[in-house]
């Protein structure tokens, strides 16, 4: 795909030069050529009070996204990797305000000052976090919130009307699917890469430790409504996967400080009778008693940082042989199910974040051209064209799409098959040929030369139509790609 990269960058380059005394058309270019180098772009996106700022506050590894309803809760906000932190607020209509950074409590404070939350565009945090070198994260307004306004600031902002969307991929967090929460995948999958080109989106069933009541096995009940939803063919056509998270104990975890492990101890030390007495409900806990040392105000802290589930399960991992905070950390992200996402995040999109660019600057540099043709810009066509057309990584997007947004005239088998082998499981060489992570050099070549036999014959069928062997054709390239990459590792 480096190929494919540098040619999008040069023809960028050539709109440049012909765009050079339109400062509007230049800076939208300006904007492709960064966009083209910088990390991925993964937008958290859901309906309001969905948990979206823990989940990212989760994945930074601290505390800098705001959890309140405050005003910054109200805005886009970007962060990136930087050596030193710096944060910038853009301003609506032009201009820029640099904010002060400061930290209460272990956690970033966002000060306004005398601006208000209209008056800002949005707002770029600079953070020398090392989760930030290879993703940009942006935490964005609830979607279908009460104010208009709100709601709107995420929805033109992730789903514009014409241009590509900011983001290159996304996070979506639902706690049941609403008719909401359709409407914005529908409208991301169009905008992000043009209709049907690319499924660039995982569903996340949040506060999953909520699901069921706080009681240890909530995460087992979220998992089996997360295979449901999975299952649901209109939200398989708009989100790669369907994921169970408990953010607030993710966060929680990757935060975690002594005095809470100290607290946790003392919860697990006490008495099986006491401490279940204690941990019955959220009134129990916080009701002033003798029964542990605990303050009440200690443990509301408790409650606040990771929830009665979170509570629950931190004292049972202590008893469970949890013996420093960083192992009770370690197993407590283990259960919320922030290392799926993350691999999810690495296998389907980081993988692949060359390929989701490079479409979203391709359709909006055929935007930029619709709308303000310049004499010369037929040759800027012909390479976009080219470009498409020649980008295999392009096509198995588009493939994936199609495979997820129709039914292919294949069988049943042969679809799943086909969308394993074009990464719709993930893009590393096992995962596409089925097998698992340790299969040996011999199976692999076994497994190449029988899938490769396979797809010959279905694509060279005279039974079957133009798009089936096309299709064909493509899932062959992914296979031989697969074959090259092992042999270049020396594993085929």
Same mark, same amino acid.
């Given at each position: 795909?480096h190929?494919?990269?540098?040619? =999008?960058t040069?023809?960028v380059?050539?709109?440049?030069?012909?765009?050079?005394?339109d400062p509007?058309?230049?800076?939208?270019?300006?904007?492709?050529?960064?966009?083209?180098?910088?990390?991925?772009?993964?937008?958290?996106?859901?309906?309001?009070?969905?948990?979206?700022?823990?989940?990212?506050?989760?994945?930074?590894?601290?505390?800098?996204?705001?959890?309140?309803a405050?005003?910054?809760?109200?805005?886009?906000?970007?962060?990136?990797?930087a050596?030193?932190a710096?944060?910038?607020?853009?301003?609506?209509?032009?201009?820029?305000?640099?904010?002060?950074v400061?930290?209460?409590?272990?956690?970033?404070?966002?000060?306004?000052?005398?601006?208000?939350?209209?008056? =800002?565009?949005?707002?770029?945090?600079?953070?020398?976090?090392?989760?930030?070198?290879?993703?940009?994260?942006?935490?964005?307004?609830?979607?279908?919130?009460?104010s208009?306004?709100?709601?709107?600031?995420?929805?033109?902002?992730?789903?514009?009307?014409?241009?590509?969307?900011?983001?290159?991929?996304?996070?979506?967090?639902?706690?049941h699917?609403?008719?909401?929460?359709?409407?914005?995948?529908?409208?991301?999958r169009?905008t992000?890469?043009?209709?049907?080109q690319?499924?660039?989106?995982?569903?996340?069933?949040?506060?999953?430790d909520?699901?069921?009541s706080?009681?240890?096995?909530?995460?087992?009940?979220?998992?089996?409504?997360?295979?449901?939803?999975?299952?649901?063919?209109?939200?398989?056509?708009?989100?790669?996967?369907c994921i169970?998270?408990a953010?607030?104990?993710?966060?929680?975890?990757?935060?975690?400080?002594?005095?809470?492990?100290?607290?946790?101890c003392?919860?697990?030390?006490?008495? $099986?009778?006491?401490?279940?007495?204690?941990?019955?409900?959220?009134?129990?806990?916080?009701?002033?008693?003798?029964?542990?040392?605990?303050?009440?105000?200690?443990?509301?802290?408790?409650?606040d940082?990771?929830?009665?589930?979170?509570?629950?399960?931190?004292?049972?991992?202590?008893?469970?042989?949890?013996?420093?905070?960083?192992?009770?950390?370690?197993?407590?992200?283990?259960?919320?199910?922030?290392?799926?996402?993350?691999?999810?995040?690495?296998?389907q999109?980081?993988?692949r974040?060359?390929?989701?660019?490079?479409?979203?600057?391709?359709?909006?540099?055929?935007?930029? !051209?619709?709308?303000?043709?310049?004499?010369?810009?037929?040759?800027?066509r012909r390479?976009?064209?080219?470009?498409?057309?020649?980008?295999?990584?392009?096509?198995?997007?588009?493939?994936?799409?199609?495979? $997820?947004?129709?039914?292919?005239?294949?069988a049943?088998?042969?679809?799943?098959?086909?969308?394993?082998?074009?990464?719709?499981?993930?893009?590393?060489?096992?995962?596409?040929?089925?097998?698992?992570?340790d299969?040996?050099?011999?199976?692999?070549?076994?497994?190449?030369?029988?899938?490769?036999?396979?797809?010959?014959?279905?694509?060279?069928?005279?039974?079957?139509?133009r798009?089936?062997?096309?299709?064909?054709?493509?899932? !062959?390239?992914?296979?031989?790609?697969?074959?090259?990459?092992?042999?270049?590792?020396?594993q085929?």
């Amino acid at each position: 795909m480096h190929g494919t990269h540098a040619e =999008v960058t040069a023809v960028v380059d050539t709109a440049r030069e012909l765009y050079a005394d339109d400062p509007a058309s230049a800076a939208v270019l300006d904007g492709f050529r960064s966009r083209l180098r910088e990390p991925l772009r993964l937008a958290v996106a859901g309906m309001v009070k969905a948990g979206k700022s823990t989940v990212l506050n989760a994945l930074i590894g601290e505390r800098i996204a705001p959890t309140d309803a405050g005003e910054c809760t109200r805005m886009v906000t970007w962060y990136r990797y930087a050596r030193s932190a710096r944060i910038t607020a853009h301003l609506e209509g032009g201009g820029e305000v640099r904010l002060p950074v400061a930290r209460s409590s272990g956690s970033l404070v966002m000060d306004l000052g005398t601006l208000t939350a209209d008056e =800002v565009a949005w707002i770029d945090v600079a953070w020398p976090a090392e989760s930030l070198r290879s993703t940009v994260l942006i935490d964005t307004p609830g979607i279908a919130s009460l104010s208009q306004r709100i709601s709107e600031r995420s929805t033109s902002f992730l789903t514009p009307a014409r241009t590509p969307s900011e983001a290159d991929a996304i996070l979506y967090l639902l706690r049941h699917i609403h008719a909401s929460d359709v409407t914005f995948l529908e409208a991301f999958r169009d905008t992000a890469a043009g209709q049907a080109q690319a499924v660039n989106a995982v569903a996340l069933l949040s506060r999953a430790d909520e699901i069921g009541s706080g009681r240890i096995d909530s995460l087992l009940s979220a998992a089996r409504i997360a295979n449901r939803y999975r299952a649901d063919s209109e939200l398989r056509s708009l989100a790669l996967e369907c994921i169970p998270v408990a953010g607030l104990l993710a966060e929680g975890a990757r935060t975690l400080r002594e005095r809470e492990f100290a607290a946790f101890c003392e919860l697990a030390d006490l008495e $099986r009778s006491v401490r279940d007495r204690l941990l019955i409900s959220v009134d129990r806990f916080v009701r002033p008693t003798k029964d542990t040392t605990l303050g009440v105000t200690e443990r509301r802290r408790l409650l606040d940082r990771f929830g009665l589930f979170g509570v629950r399960l931190g004292a049972a991992l202590v008893r469970g042989g949890a013996r420093t905070s960083s192992q009770l950390a370690e197993r407590m992200v283990q259960q919320s199910g922030l290392i799926d996402v993350q691999r999810f995040v690495s296998e389907q999109f980081r993988s692949r974040a060359v390929a989701l660019k490079t479409r979203a600057v391709l359709q909006g540099l055929e935007w930029l !051209i619709d709308e303000n043709p310049r004499a010369g810009s037929s040759p800027l066509r012909r390479a976009l064209e080219r470009i498409a057309s020649n980008s295999h990584q392009l096509r198995e997007l588009g493939l994936l799409a199609e495979l $997820r947004t129709s039914i292919p005239e294949l069988a049943p088998e042969d679809a799943v098959d086909a969308e394993r082998i074009i990464g719709g499981s993930g893009t590393n060489a096992m995962a596409r040929l089925g097998l698992h992570p340790d299969a040996t050099p011999a199976e692999s070549r076994a497994r190449i030369a029988t899938a490769v036999d396979h797809w010959r014959v279905i694509g060279e069928s005279p039974l079957r139509d133009r798009t089936s062997a096309e299709l064909a054709r493509v899932v !062959i390239r992914s296979i031989e790609g697969v074959a090259s990459e092992l042999s270049g590792s020396g594993q085929s």
